[in-house]
């Protein structure tokens, strides 16, 4: 079922996009007076078509499901029928070249309003995501040195507001990408408020695909230890623990919530671990004397007690224009930081193994799917960026190359060579296929 999941929630992520990623190059082609031939997702052979509309349009579905294409009239086809004069006017290259700019730059342009539309959607409807209250700080962290303890909640990064764990780590994200230090503004269990400032030097060569919070130190609060469940004849119901009994310290070490205890059962080797309880608000006299024992399936000392773990959740919410301008801001922040992440890969900055293909995606979508409708639409709404500025990439075969081309033409006022065209899309063809080769052999490496 897990299989069925991701390749269904694969199909319907990248499919839409793909669909309204072309319907952008359509409508605007329309718009312009271009005829359109075919209107295709997938690419190669067509496997089912039909045509509609006053110009018989040929609306197909081809073999290969990974993209899509609008086919518009246009000479240089050497397999598009011949030219009546009633439609001339109407060919392609015979259109202004904003115009030919225009349909190009639509279909990017058709991802980013579809993830600002999402965007826009999520933050209206609410989001329901842990609380930025922070949990206790390892002394060696770089998040200790900024002093931040444990119990403080973070209201911005450098300046803009965080309402969620979620905006937490998408600004501390930026802050790597940029190079430059992470100024936290928090406010203390008390009410009082102060900034902390994690130096760009504890930021610098942070893998931002990995859990850059953890690293620094940062992590969400959760609730006291508090017994919710004690299995039948485990270590803790022979020791005498009860559902309620709130653990307040382990062998005179105080523990602040059930991470901790789980460290310490883990970290007893075995040897048995004195529980200083709270029940029904009372100490009692005497700890409680666990002695831990070994779970072969997850290779780990227990004593198969369940304790409070969820942290405290917040509803970012907002109303519509608010959400909006949250959107472009987000639609473009993401946009910025994907170049900025190319650029860091070229310059040998961040490894290549951060290219990522359709395997991975497939991964992540049926991850996503599986949490919910709301996480699963934020991560269409990354994907439909992606999908923007990897078009946008000036390479030829995408959007971006053609749009290189036309720029070119507008400062030299005449179009390309025919003959430089030709070979820079043949070059074009060999660094698509290399990328994409890259990305399923990273895609293939870290299943392994």
């Not at 883990?266 to 671990?273: F, W």
């Amino acid at each position: 079922m897990t299989l069925i999941t991701t390749v269904l929630a694969f199909l319907l992520a990248l499919g839409p996009l793909i669909i309204f990623h072309e319907l952008g190059h359509y409508t605007v082609a329309r718009l312009c007076g271009v005829k359109v031939l075919r209107f295709s997702v997938g690419m190669g052979k067509v496997v089912w078509s039909r045509r509609f509309g006053p110009d018989q349009t040929e609306w197909a579905v081809s073999a290969l499901p990974l993209g899509g294409y609008v086919k518009m009239l246009d000479a240089r086809d050497p397999d598009a029928p011949a030219i009546g004069q009633a439609d001339l006017g109407r060919e392609f290259t015979r259109q202004s070249v904003w115009r030919r700019i225009a349909i190009v730059a639509a279909g990017p342009l058709a991802n980013f309003l579809l993830a600002i539309a999402i965007f826009t959607g999520l933050s209206m409807a609410g989001t329901t995501e842990p609380s930025t209250r922070l949990r206790a700080t390892a002394a060696n962290s770089a998040a200790f040195q900024a002093g931040l303890r444990g119990g403080e909640t973070v209201t911005a990064v450098n300046g803009k507001a965080v309402a969620g764990w979620t905006e937490l780590r998408w600004e501390i994200t930026q802050a790597i990408v940029d190079k430059r230090e992470a100024r936290f503004d928090v406010t203390q269990p008390g009410g009082g408020q102060f900034v902390a400032v994690v130096p760009a030097s504890k930021l610098a060569g942070l893998n931002v695909e990995s859990d850059v919070l953890t690293t620094l130190g940062l992590d969400m609060a959760r609730p006291k230890p508090v017994i919710e469940k004690v299995m039948a004849d485990g270590p803790g119901e022979r020791a005498g623990l009860k559902t309620g009994d709130l653990i307040t310290a382990i062998d005179g070490r105080q523990v602040a919530d059930g991470i901790d205890v789980i460290d310490a059962v883990r970290a007893s080797a075995g040897r048995p671990l004195a529980l200083s309880i709270l029940r029904e608000g009372a100490a009692l006299v005497e700890p409680i004397v666990v002695r831990p024992e070994f779970d072969a399936a997850r290779k780990a000392w227990v004593v198969k007690v369940a304790t409070s773990m969820a942290p405290q959740l917040v509803t970012v919410v907002a109303g519509p224009l608010e959400s909006f301008g949250k959107a472009v801001r987000k639609t473009w922040d993401t946009s910025v930081l994907s170049i900025k992440m190319i650029g860091r890969m070229i310059s040998g900055e961040v490894s290549l193994k951060n290219v990522t293909g359709p395997i991975t995606i497939a991964d992540y979508a049926g991850q996503t799917a599986r949490l919910g409708p709301s996480v699963f639409l934020g991560f269409i709404a990354f994907i439909s960026i992606s999908l923007g500025v990897m078009n946008l990439l000036p390479i030829p075969m995408l959007d971006g190359g053609l749009l290189l081309y036309y720029s070119l033409e507008v400062l030299t006022g005449r179009p390309l060579p025919e003959r430089i065209g030709a070979i820079a899309q043949r070059a074009g063809v060999g660094l698509l296929v290399m990328l994409m080769a890259l990305a399923v052999f990273n895609d293939v490496s870290r299943l392994l």
